[in-house]
């Protein structure tokens, strides 16, 4: 009996959102190089064009969607014409710190709106298409944070978006789990993105974001693209409603 399961996403159709920059970038070309048909949704189309030269290049496969999250009509237009998803890494999303006492009202409505409720939109779309193609199953990933597991000064609504992602994650698994639809976050800690790079231009706040990983360094891309396609895989087949925390040790603390 063979004991070790491999990371084979082989005739699987993957969605990724946010797919054009970052973490969504990074996990659509890890599971095109894990076999998977890669589905890439992003608001940018230029973005969409250098992601597929990428993936071709490692003779991958990709669907390109142009379309913003936040727009669902367009969202429900662009998915209707997808057959078949068995895999989502729901991982739109963004941060706007500030100090609680001069959180902006339109900062507060777009992360709830694009952290929560794009992903909640997203996640329901996808699952009624898993729900129809009931034989297949399916694996969510929901990209969630080490702040959806503890708080963080500055940080006040992208904790509550995230800690919501987690909430949803947990009901979603248990409901889910007899249609042998899996779900899952994935939490990372600072990774070195564009948006991460971007906040580190601030020594002082990247000195303090260090300190508290015990590990001492960042994540990488690739160290939150492996785990993402570890649940996405066969491999996590009794993994559900939880959350894979890729933090350096941070919320061991």
């Avoid at 729900?131 to 990933?141: D, E, F, P, T, V």
């Avoid at 800690?163 to 979603?172: D, N, Q, S, V």
């Avoid at 948006?195 to 303090?208: D, L, S």
Wanted: with cysteine; net charge positive; hydrophobic share 40%.
């Amino acid at each position: 009996m063979k004991y070790l399961q491999s990371i084979n996403l082989k005739n699987k159709f993957a969605l990724v959102t946010g797919a054009g920059k970052g973490l969504g970038r990074a996990c659509s070309i890890a599971l095109a190089e894990a076999g998977a048909t890669v589905i890439a949704l992003s608001r940018t189309q230029k973005d969409l064009d250098q992601l597929e030269k990428e993936i071709k290049k490692i003779k991958g496969k990709i669907i390109k969607i142009h379309c913003d999250v936040m727009n669902y009509s367009d969202l429900q237009a662009k998915l209707q014409k997808i057959k078949i998803i068995d895999i989502l890494v729901n991982n739109a999303g963004t941060n706007i710190p500030e100090p609680f006492d001069q959180i902006k009202q339109s900062s507060m409505n777009y992360l709830v709106d694009l952290n929560l409720k794009a992903a909640f939109n997203v996640a329901q779309t996808v699952v009624k298409k898993m729900l129809k193609n009931k034989k297949r199953g399916g694996s969510i990933i929901n990209m969630s944070s080490q702040l959806g597991h503890v708080g963080m000064a500055g940080r006040n609504i992208y904790n509550m978006t995230k800690f919501g992602i987690e909430g949803l994650t947990k009901g979603m698994g248990v409901e889910l789990a007899k249609n042998n639809i899996r779900v899952n976050t994935v939490a990372p800690t600072f990774v070195e993105t564009p948006m991460v790079k971007n906040f580190f231009k601030n020594k002082k706040f990247k000195k303090a974001a260090l300190s508290n990983i015990p590990m001492g360094r960042a994540a990488t891309e690739s160290d939150v693209a492996t785990a993402v396609c570890f649940l996405a895989s066969s491999a996590s087949s009794m993994i559900t409603g939880t959350s894979i925390v890729v933090d350096g040790g941070w919320t061991a603390k």
